[in-house]
């Protein structure tokens, strides 16, 4: 189990990940996290989780008029 350690910056608190935890993530410094609330706590991800769900439907819709989208590209 990975843990994270809250600590002040400036008048704001952070949380401090291990080098582990980043790579894990695969993020870096100046990279941002999603914050989701879920039914079992917080979720941190480098996803955003509303433009995952708009890419799903693009892809829904790329699939489901595949004919007349490349009739348009003609």
Partial sequence: MDQA???SIGNSAGIILSKELLAKLRVGKGDTLYVTETPNGIELSPYDPVF??????????????????KKLAE
């Fill in 5 to 7: 350690k809250v600590t």
């Fill in 52 to 69: 995952a769900a708009q890419m799903d439907v693009a892809e829904r819709l790329m699939r489901e008029d595949r004919d007349i989208l």
